[in-house]
């Protein structure tokens, strides 16, 4: 399958945007990843039925956006790959929830059609957020915040080690896969008895190469600890940043924004 | 397999966060504790491998499909349980980041499904009484089919408890559990044959590499029994809860399928053991789906209710929908516009 | 100085499976000596390097590194001593950036950061790799990753430098550059290599290995002259010596 080996290409993409600069890439790492977990908690506690009440949660999104300098395109890019499950689970909804329960305009929607787009915009709002997080921190700089936020250390040393021998293994992965392709007759595919020799001598070079990088280790004094570097510091418009964001996103909780927002509309028309 | 945050209450996400960042800490804290050499760079190209291993995709025989390979077993087996799952959480994380398997909140949840049940259940409980000191291929392949099964089996169950009591997804439990449990199964099988073919490799080719694990499993040795209890009563829980969260609120239900299995009982006219067994296994994976629909109508009207309420009439909160968006744009576009001045 | 000589003594060592791979290995390197050790592929030029830091252990024989036996106990003393460049640069790059890459070594000796900061700053100049301070290791070239990996040994300052085929795979520039850093540092080289045209630019000495046994040690220039012995090995003369009346000397630096 293509689309997973072009998943390398795309960390790459991330890594490129992270390392541009912007307003939103100078906030502290902590702040950002603070508020992105808060809106993904709050998110997930809508009402089943919800759909106008995200709305402004919307604005966190667009912003950082802006904010981050990073292209619409690069995020809807992103979430493409994920959408076919989340509509596969979601379609569920519409097709066991047939009562109706809200007319608009004379059509009546199915409380699963509500539900249904809920799910969707649950999907785009919190991917989203998570996509523009890492397109203007960097994975580095993100897990130098987990550390500092008490995230087990040999957890962080992993995310960080792993991270760095992505690609080169999905590299190797790449050139077996094409040997193969090549001596097979154009087949994709490997036959499965095949695989299992295959994987192993793929696994027995990782692990050949995993002793000889600790072997670097210790050849330059290694005792246990991988040094973890942050240089970031906390300022008063990261407080602001956090602070205003969680007002914003327990308002929108709270009170239903484009309910009242609709109501008084129509008030003043009227 | 990945759990998705849109389908994902805060309480079951949340509380399957807390539940995976308690065990990541105590295996970072077990690994810390380990005198010799640092797992750390082993772990990492590991981790790595897995994400490589599923770029090679093998034709699934007889059903003109292709799988990869999971990793979590194959893991376990390298590393020993504490470090192949912190792993495979590192594995887990970087998906969740970067290619928006699952998502943030679900990332406890996949740490879980993918990551607890093939190293902490599977490999101790399954794999490593079965293949004895691995000597023998074929106890090894059938320790892993099994094993691979079981960890798929837990895992299939476990998305389907946490979509259920989520409600946000309104899939009927009995029915999505039909719909996963035998695909992850058959998953589960091919999964184990090629880790047992991939370990036979490794224990030929270079046999000191297995022995890694075998060092870090000595400091597990020495508390088996309690082990092994915490973990069974783990399951336990995990299945008694989804059933009886069910039982509990419709005995009607039950009521109705207990007299249909008395009436079978009295229809076949043979009181035979096996017979009941079957009968009452029936009545149970009929009465399911009746259940979580009659469930969902309730919760349903309750919810709709709610939320017909919370709208005021549809027109004003669509109306403002529209506006709080458009107003979320243009604020976008103003910041844009305005960073660019500044450039 | 004599506390920096590297002995070698009736070295033996098998391979997990039970291969021979080194039979009786006998040298003696002194201080400020640039030494090549040459032979076919598996002739165990990389298992004799391994020994010189400790990371392979000898099934008898012993291997000294100045006044230190190379024991698992004084394992941290000679990796101060010996500083080892791998075959894959890849292995040695493991750090989210090369700053953190070529400071991990002087960190680990326990020097305070401003210290630090000063060896990196040193190393990365001395290889020319200055501009790549903040670059992750994935997105370096072949040749940065190289030089970059020869930096994050120079940063510990090491009295000894192991190189395992320091030039495989690198340009022209790239290889002439390394050439260069080789000649220009002070102290011990010992460098396993197939460019033996590497080997007559900056070794005096050279050691054949063959299947395992030291088969010649000493002056390179007799060496590469003696075609039956590099026959023997498996090898030929540099390059730039075949087919050359003037023996190599004209492009000799």
């Known amino acids: 399958m293509t689309a997973r080996s072009e998943r390398i290409r795309t960390v790459d993409e991330f890594d490129l945007l992270a390392a541009a600069d912007s307003p939103l890439h100078a906030i502290d790492p902590r702040a950002k990843l603070l508020t992105v977990l808060l809106a993904v908690a709050v998110i997930a506690s809508y009402p089943r039925h919800t759909v106008a009440g995200m709305a402004p949660l919307f604005l966190l999104p667009a912003a950082w956006l802006a904010l981050g300098r990073v292209p619409l395109g690069f995020v809807l ?194 | 397999m990945h759990m998705a945050d849109a389908l994902l209450s805060p309480a079951v996400g949340g509380g399957m966060w807390v539940a995976a960042a308690a065990l990541s800490a105590r295996a970072s804290v077990k690994l810390r504790s380990q005198p010799s050499e640092s797992l750390a760079p082993m772990m990492a190209v590991l981790g790595a491998f897995v994400f490589a291993a599923q770029m090679i995709n093998f034709s699934i025989p007889g059903t003109g499909s292709s799988g990869h390979l999971g990793g979590g077993l194959l ?54 009484p079965l293949a004895g000191d691995g000597s023998s291929p074929s106890r090894r392949l059938a320790a892993c089919i099994i094993a691979s099964m079981a960890g798929m089996a837990m895992g299939a169950f476990a998305v389907v408890a946490e979509t259920g009591l989520s409600g946000i997804s309104e899939l009927p439990v009995g029915a999505f559990i039909l719909l996963m449990v035998p695909i992850h199964l058959t998953i589960g099988l091919i999964e184990g044959g090629v880790t047992a073919t991939v370990i036979g490799f490794i224990s030929r080719a270079q046999p000191e590499l297995l022995t890694v694990a075998n060092r870090m499993d000595r400091t597990r040795q020495s508390r088996p029994v309690r082990r092994v209890a915490v973990c069974l009563l783990g399951v336990a829980l995990l299945t008694g809860g989804l059933l009886s969260s069910f039982a509990s609120e419709n005995p009607d239900g039950l009521e109705w399928s207990i007299e249909k299995m008395t009436g079978k009982k009295e229809i076949d006219g043979i009181g035979h053991p096996i017979h009941t067994a079957l009968a009452s296994l029936q009545s149970k994976t009929s009465f399911m789906p009746d259940y979580d629909f009659r469930k969902d109508d309730a919760a349903d009207k309750d919810d709709a209710r709610e939320s017909a309420a919370k709208t005021g009439t549809s027109l004003a909160g669509v109306l403002g929908a529209c506006m709080t968006l458009l107003l979320a744009g243009g604020v976008g576009l103003f910041l844009r516009l305005r960073s660019r001045k500044h450039l | 100085m004599s506390h920096h000589i590297v002995e070698v003594d009736g070295l033996n060592y098998r391979y997990p499976d039970g291969t021979p791979a080194l039979h009786e290995i006998r040298f003696t390197i002194r201080h400020g000596e640039a030494v090549a050790i040459i032979g076919a592929n598996g002739a165990g030029k990389s298992t004799l390097l391994r020994h010189l830091t400790g990371i392979l252990v000898p099934a008898s024989g012993n291997v000294r590194v100045g006044d230190c036996p190379v024991l698992p106990s004084t394992l941290r003393q000679v990796r101060r001593t010996v500083g080892m460049v791998f075959q894959d640069a890849d292995d040695q790059l493991f750090m989210p950036t090369v700053y953190e890459d070529v400071a991990f070594g002087p960190a680990n000796q326990g020097l305070p950061p401003p210290d630090v900061e000063k060896r990196v700053a040193d190393a990365l100049a001395t290889v020319g790799c200055s501009h790549l301070r903040d670059r992750p290791p994935y997105r370096l070239s072949g040749g940065e990753k190289r030089a970059v990996a020869i930096a994050t040994v120079l940063a510990m300052i090491p009295d000894i430098l192991v190189m395992d085929e320091p030039t495989a795979g690198l340009d022209a520039r790239a290889r002439r550059h390394c050439i260069g850093l080789l000649k220009a540092f002070a102290h011990t080289r010992i460098v396993a290599t197939h460019d033996l045209d590497l080997a007559l630019d900056v070794c005096e000495r050279v050691i054949i290995l063959h299947e395992g046994r030291v088969e010649a040690d000493g002056a390179a220039q007799a060496i590469f002259r003696d075609t039956a012995l590099l026959e023997r090995c498996h090898l030929e003369p540099p390059l730039r010596m075949q087919g050359c009346p003037c023996g190599g000397k004209l492009g000799a630096a």
């Open chain 1, 77 to 270: 890019r992103r979430l493409l790959p994920a959408l076919p499950f989340v509509l596969l689970m979601a379609i569920f909804n519409p097709l066991i929830d047939r009562a109706p329960l809200v007319e608009a305009g004379g059509i009546a929607l199915s409380g699963g059609w509500i539900s249904f787009a809920s799910i969707l915009l649950r999907f785009l709002l919190g991917m989203s957020l998570a996509i523009l997080l890492v397109a203007c921190t960097g994975f580095n700089t993100l897990c130098s915040a987990l550390l500092r936020l008490h995230a087990p250390r040999v957890f962080v040393v992993q995310l960080l080690l792993l991270y760095r021998y992505i690609f080169l293994l999905a590299d190797e992965a790449r050139r077996v896969r094409l040997a193969y392709a090549l001596r097979s007759g154009g087949e994709r595919a490997v036959a499965l008895p095949v695989a299992g020799s295959m994987l192993g001598q793929l696994l027995l070079r990782v692990m050949g190469r995993g002793q000889r990088i600790h072997q670097a280790m210790l050849g330059r004094g290694f005792t246990g600890d991988l040094p973890v570097r942050h240089t970031f510091r906390w300022h008063r418009r990261d407080t602001l940043f956090l602070l205003g964001w969680a007002v914003w996103i327990i308002l929108a909780r709270a009170v239903n924004i484009p309910d009242q927002l609709g109501l008084f509309v129509i008030k003043a028309l009227a």
């Open chain 2, 75 to 128: 893991l376990a087996i390298l590393l020993g349980p504490h470090a192949a799952f912190l792993a495979l959480a590192s594995v887990l994380t970087i998906q969740a980041l970067f290619f928006a398997d699952g998502g943030l909140l679900a990332l406890g949840c996949n740490m879980i499904n993918l990551g607890v049940f093939p190293c902490y259940i599977a490999y101790p409980l399954i794999y490593r």
